[in-house]
Protein backbone atom coordinates (compact mmCIF):
# COMPACT_ATOMS: atom_id res chain seq x y z
CA UNK A 1 0.00 0.00 0.00
CA UNK A 2 2.84 2.42 0.56
CA UNK A 3 4.45 1.97 -2.97
CA UNK A 4 0.56 2.80 -4.27
CA UNK A 5 -0.52 5.86 -1.89
CA UNK A 6 3.47 7.19 -2.43
CA UNK A 7 2.84 7.08 -6.50
CA UNK A 8 -0.50 9.16 -6.12
CA UNK A 9 1.14 11.57 -3.91
CA UNK A 10 3.85 12.05 -6.17
CA UNK A 11 5.52 15.02 -5.20
CA UNK A 12 2.39 16.27 -2.30
CA UNK A 13 3.92 14.59 0.81
CA UNK A 14 6.34 11.94 2.06
CA UNK A 15 4.60 8.25 2.47
CA UNK A 16 6.58 6.56 5.61
CA UNK A 17 5.03 2.83 6.64
CA UNK A 18 5.44 0.90 10.00
CA UNK A 19 3.70 -2.24 8.23
CA UNK A 20 5.28 -5.36 9.71
CA UNK A 21 5.15 -8.52 7.46
CA UNK A 22 4.71 -10.40 10.54
CA UNK A 23 1.73 -8.56 12.44
CA UNK A 24 0.02 -12.08 12.62
CA UNK A 25 2.44 -13.76 15.00
CA UNK A 26 2.26 -11.42 17.71
CA UNK A 27 -0.58 -8.45 17.56
CA UNK A 28 -0.04 -6.99 20.71
CA UNK A 29 3.28 -6.35 20.72
CA UNK A 30 4.30 -5.43 16.76
CA UNK A 31 0.69 -3.11 17.05
CA UNK A 32 2.06 -1.64 19.88
CA UNK A 33 5.52 -0.84 18.23
CA UNK A 34 4.19 0.02 14.57
CA UNK A 35 1.46 3.10 17.10
CA UNK A 36 4.51 4.04 18.49
CA UNK A 37 6.35 4.21 15.42
CA UNK A 38 4.45 5.98 13.83
CA UNK A 39 3.54 8.71 16.64
CA UNK A 40 7.48 9.56 16.29
CA UNK A 41 7.01 9.96 12.39
CA UNK A 42 4.56 12.10 12.88
CA UNK A 43 2.36 13.16 9.75
CA UNK A 44 -0.79 14.43 8.50
CA UNK A 45 -2.84 11.22 8.06
CA UNK A 46 -2.25 7.88 9.47
CA UNK A 47 -3.69 4.94 6.88
CA UNK A 48 -4.87 1.93 9.10
CA UNK A 49 -6.73 -0.11 6.65
CA UNK A 50 -5.78 -3.48 7.91
CA UNK A 51 -4.50 -2.91 11.37
CA UNK A 52 -7.15 -4.40 13.29
CA UNK A 53 -7.25 -7.67 11.46
CA UNK A 54 -5.28 -9.81 13.67
CA UNK A 55 -6.84 -8.30 16.80
CA UNK A 56 -9.83 -10.08 15.46
CA UNK A 57 -8.92 -13.15 13.63
CA UNK A 58 -6.31 -15.60 15.18
CA UNK A 59 -6.95 -18.57 17.29
CA UNK A 60 -9.21 -18.35 20.34
CA UNK A 61 -11.64 -20.31 22.06
CA UNK A 62 -14.76 -21.76 19.97
CA UNK A 63 -17.23 -21.94 22.25
CA UNK A 64 -19.78 -18.95 21.13
CA UNK A 65 -19.41 -16.68 24.60
CA UNK A 66 -15.65 -17.17 24.73
CA UNK A 67 -15.35 -16.84 21.32
CA UNK A 68 -16.68 -13.14 20.98
CA UNK A 69 -15.83 -12.38 23.95
CA UNK A 70 -11.91 -13.43 23.29
CA UNK A 71 -11.73 -11.66 19.82
CA UNK A 72 -14.26 -8.28 21.12
CA UNK A 73 -11.07 -7.85 24.35
CA UNK A 74 -8.41 -8.34 21.47
CA UNK A 75 -10.10 -6.10 19.33
CA UNK A 76 -10.60 -3.43 22.71
CA UNK A 77 -6.41 -3.78 23.01
CA UNK A 78 -6.14 -3.03 18.97
CA UNK A 79 -8.36 -0.05 19.77
CA UNK A 80 -6.63 1.59 22.59
CA UNK A 81 -2.93 1.57 20.61
CA UNK A 82 -4.79 3.30 17.63
CA UNK A 83 -5.93 5.74 20.10
CA UNK A 84 -2.80 7.12 21.33
CA UNK A 85 -2.81 8.49 17.60
CA UNK A 86 -4.24 11.72 17.79
CA UNK A 87 -4.59 12.83 14.59
CA UNK A 88 -6.76 12.31 11.22
CA UNK A 89 -7.16 8.67 11.04
CA UNK A 90 -8.38 6.16 8.02
CA UNK A 91 -9.10 2.86 9.02
CA UNK A 92 -11.35 -0.49 8.07
CA UNK A 93 -13.66 -2.72 8.85
CA UNK A 94 -13.28 -6.26 9.41
CA UNK A 95 -13.90 -8.26 6.34
CA UNK A 96 -14.98 -11.84 6.05
CA UNK A 97 -12.50 -13.68 4.35
CA UNK A 98 -13.80 -17.57 5.23
CA UNK A 99 -12.63 -19.21 1.95
CA UNK A 100 -9.04 -18.42 2.54
CA UNK A 101 -6.44 -20.96 1.66
CA UNK A 102 -6.27 -22.86 4.79
CA UNK A 103 -2.22 -22.87 4.69
CA UNK A 104 -2.58 -18.75 4.99
CA UNK A 105 -5.51 -18.87 7.63
CA UNK A 106 -7.20 -21.69 9.07
CA UNK A 107 -10.94 -21.79 9.22
CA UNK A 108 -10.47 -21.80 13.41
CA UNK A 109 -9.08 -18.14 12.82
CA UNK A 110 -11.54 -16.96 11.39
CA UNK A 111 -14.48 -15.03 13.21
CA UNK A 112 -17.93 -16.34 13.22
CA UNK A 113 -20.39 -14.00 11.33
CA UNK A 114 -22.19 -12.86 14.09
CA UNK A 115 -19.47 -12.00 15.82
CA UNK A 116 -17.20 -10.38 12.64
CA UNK A 117 -20.09 -8.17 12.64
CA UNK A 118 -20.65 -6.95 16.60
CA UNK A 119 -16.63 -6.34 15.83
CA UNK A 120 -17.85 -4.21 13.32
CA UNK A 121 -20.79 -2.14 15.24
CA UNK A 122 -17.58 -1.47 18.13
CA UNK A 123 -15.34 -0.55 15.53
CA UNK A 124 -17.90 2.37 14.02
CA UNK A 125 -19.04 3.18 17.77
CA UNK A 126 -15.22 3.51 17.97
CA UNK A 127 -14.41 6.21 14.88
CA UNK A 128 -17.93 7.83 15.38
CA UNK A 129 -16.63 8.68 18.98
CA UNK A 130 -13.30 10.11 17.61
CA UNK A 131 -13.05 13.59 15.38
CA UNK A 132 -10.97 13.53 12.10
CA UNK A 133 -11.70 9.42 11.68
CA UNK A 134 -13.50 7.61 8.61
CA UNK A 135 -14.01 4.02 8.42
CA UNK A 136 -13.83 2.56 4.96
CA UNK A 137 -16.53 -0.45 4.33
CA UNK A 138 -13.63 -3.06 3.72
CA UNK A 139 -16.39 -5.92 4.48
CA UNK A 140 -19.04 -4.56 2.18
CA UNK A 141 -15.92 -4.67 -0.40
CA UNK A 142 -14.72 -7.42 -0.18
CA UNK A 143 -17.86 -9.30 0.02
CA UNK A 144 -19.12 -7.79 -3.30
CA UNK A 145 -15.56 -8.66 -5.28
CA UNK A 146 -16.48 -12.21 -3.47
CA UNK A 147 -20.03 -12.44 -4.58
CA UNK A 148 -20.04 -10.31 -7.84
CA UNK A 149 -17.37 -9.18 -9.25
CA UNK A 150 -16.00 -6.00 -9.71
CA UNK A 151 -16.58 -3.23 -12.41
CA UNK A 152 -13.87 -1.17 -13.49
CA UNK A 153 -14.88 2.22 -15.47
CA UNK A 154 -12.00 2.81 -17.59
CA UNK A 155 -11.63 5.13 -20.55
CA UNK A 156 -11.94 2.20 -23.34
CA UNK A 157 -15.32 0.62 -21.50
CA UNK A 158 -15.87 -1.29 -18.62
CA UNK A 159 -14.08 -4.07 -17.43
CA UNK A 160 -15.80 -6.31 -14.96
CA UNK A 161 -13.40 -8.37 -12.82
CA UNK A 162 -14.56 -11.65 -12.01
CA UNK A 163 -15.53 -12.77 -8.53
CA UNK A 164 -12.23 -13.08 -6.28
CA UNK A 165 -10.31 -11.60 -9.26
CA UNK A 166 -8.33 -8.83 -7.16
CA UNK A 167 -7.45 -11.29 -4.91
CA UNK A 168 -4.03 -13.01 -5.07
CA UNK A 169 -4.18 -17.19 -4.97
CA UNK A 170 -4.14 -17.29 -1.50
CA UNK A 171 -7.71 -15.69 -1.31
CA UNK A 172 -6.51 -13.28 1.08
CA UNK A 173 -4.30 -10.97 0.30
CA UNK A 174 -5.41 -8.28 -2.92
CA UNK A 175 -3.24 -8.86 -5.61
CA UNK A 176 -1.98 -5.36 -7.59
CA UNK A 177 -5.29 -4.51 -9.34
CA UNK A 178 -6.64 -5.33 -5.88
CA UNK A 179 -4.23 -2.68 -4.39
CA UNK A 180 -5.27 -0.25 -7.80
CA UNK A 181 -9.11 -0.72 -6.72
CA UNK A 182 -8.32 0.19 -3.03
CA UNK A 183 -6.16 3.19 -3.81
CA UNK A 184 -8.89 4.34 -6.12
CA UNK A 185 -11.11 4.16 -2.98
CA UNK A 186 -8.91 5.68 -0.33
CA UNK A 187 -8.53 9.09 -2.45
CA UNK A 188 -12.10 10.60 -0.66
CA UNK A 189 -11.68 9.80 2.60
CA UNK A 190 -7.24 10.79 2.10
CA UNK A 191 -8.57 14.26 0.83
CA UNK A 192 -10.83 14.61 3.58
CA UNK A 193 -8.94 14.41 6.48
CA UNK A 194 -6.08 15.81 5.38
CA UNK A 195 -4.94 19.71 5.87
CA UNK A 196 -6.73 22.08 3.60
CA UNK A 197 -3.13 22.90 2.26
CA UNK A 198 -2.16 19.96 1.43
CA UNK A 199 -6.03 18.44 0.47
CA UNK A 200 -5.47 21.13 -2.40
CA UNK A 201 -2.64 19.57 -4.22
CA UNK A 202 -3.61 15.84 -3.83
CA UNK A 203 -4.67 14.69 -7.10
CA UNK A 204 -7.67 13.09 -8.22
CA UNK A 205 -6.51 9.85 -10.20
CA UNK A 206 -9.04 7.67 -12.76
CA UNK A 207 -9.15 4.19 -12.10
CA UNK A 208 -6.65 4.05 -15.08
CA UNK A 209 -3.95 6.58 -13.39
CA UNK A 210 -4.64 4.18 -10.24
CA UNK A 211 -3.79 1.13 -12.29
CA UNK A 212 -1.09 2.77 -14.22
CA UNK A 213 0.68 3.64 -10.77
CA UNK A 214 0.55 0.76 -9.36
CA UNK A 215 2.14 -1.02 -12.52
CA UNK A 216 -1.52 -3.57 -12.50
CA UNK A 217 -1.80 -3.77 -16.43
CA UNK A 218 -0.75 -7.05 -16.81
CA UNK A 219 -3.29 -8.38 -13.94
CA UNK A 220 -5.60 -6.24 -16.73
CA UNK A 221 -4.67 -7.57 -19.37
CA UNK A 222 -5.11 -11.55 -18.13
CA UNK A 223 -8.35 -10.42 -17.30
CA UNK A 224 -9.13 -9.43 -20.52
CA UNK A 225 -7.33 -12.63 -22.52
CA UNK A 226 -9.52 -14.97 -19.92
CA UNK A 227 -12.82 -12.92 -21.41
CA UNK A 228 -11.51 -13.48 -25.25
Not at 189 to 194: H, S, V
Request: aromatic share 6%; net charge neutral; glycine share 8%.
Amino acid sequence: LKKAVAAWLGEVGQVQSRADLLMFSNPLKLGERQVTRAIQDGGDVLIAIDFLFWYAYGYTEQRTEDERKARSDRLELGLAQLAQWTGPLVLADLPDMRGADRRMLSPLQVPKPETLTALNDRIAAWAKARPNTEVVPLRSWVDRMKQQGIELVLPSGAVLVPKGGLLQGDRLHPNRLGMAWLLFQLQEPMRTLAPKSTADGIPKWTMEQCIQGVDAGLDLAEIGRAHV
